[in-house]
């Protein structure tokens, strides 16, 4: 592959600014990094941890739902997919979720 300088002197003296495209092009596809390679049997580990997502999730939801209660749903199934257990995910928004609404609803 020819030095960036020569490139742009063979290719400056075009109309167009093809030449600019070829270089970034250039540019683009060296700077791309390596796929990494990891041993077998090493497990990433997660980069959040179930407590930490469900506290994420209250504290992105919580604060909406008090105003739009249509959100406790939401809230119930994004708690439900970090837990991955739909027996308990229902009882659960039984329990918490659902007197909320049915208060909701019943104040307006």
């Known amino acids: ?63 909406h739902a008090r105003e739009n209660p249509a959100l406790w749903v939401l809230d119930s199934f994004c708690h439900a997919m970090v837990e991955q257990d739909p027996p308990q995910s229902v009882r659960k928004f039984i329990r918490y979720n659902l007197p909320r609404i049915i208060e909701d609803y019943l104040e307006k």
């Open 1 to 63: 592959m020819p030095s960036p300088i020569f490139l742009v002197v063979e290719l400056g003296d075009l109309d167009d600014w093809d030449w600019l495209d070829k270089l970034t092009k250039d540019i683009l596809i060296a700077a791309k990094p390596r796929k990494k390679v990891r041993g077998r049997g090493k497990r990433r580990k997660p980069p959040y941890s179930k407590g930490e997502l469900n506290k994420l999730i209250d504290d992105l939801v919580h604060p």
